[in-house]
């Protein structure tokens, strides 16, 4: 598979930040609905938001780490229905774009669990996994090269669509 053909950091950005709206959405709902709840955010007299965020967050966790645990649960959910049905996720498939084993082969549904897996490292590594894109001579992230996988324009109909003439109305005979 020549590296020419794999995708650059911007496009794969902005088909991530795509992704990334559903399972906002989706937790954006669930704060709503209280499924889940910002019990570090209530007030306490005399102290500034930013003070009781931060006693809270020193003294119980937990609740700071629910809300982008939850999030990247979303994301995985919904990145594995879309590897599943189109082999890419809502956004790669918004944007032409697909995910192929490092040889150029179909992407096995393995693989695509596997990929899903290693994509909470750019999240652990504050993103040098995916700045890794940049770097690398064929593309690829930390998550790619672990998985195997690289991600490519979709080629089903290579050439460009021919220009077309003005539409012609139909008339009953």
Partial sequence: MSASRAVGLPTRCVSSAIDGVLPTVALFLMIKIDIVQLT?????????????VLKRFFEQPWPFLRLPLTWMLLWSGLALVGYAT?????GKWMMGLT???????????WRMLIRVFWSWLPALTLGLAYLWIVVSPQRRGW????????????ERDPTPP????????????
């Fill in 86 to 90: 189109v082999r890419s996720s809502l």
């Fill in 143 to 154: 998550h790619d090269i672990l998985s195997g996988t690289l991600v490519v324009r979709d």
């Fill in 99 to 109: 995910i192929r084993q490092s040889n150029g082969d179909i992407a096995s549904a």
């Fill in 40 to 52: 570090f955010l209530e007030p306490e007299p005399g102290l500034f938001l930013i003070d009781v």
């Fill in 162 to 173: 021919q220009k077309r003439g003005p539409t012609r109305r139909f008339e009953p005979k």
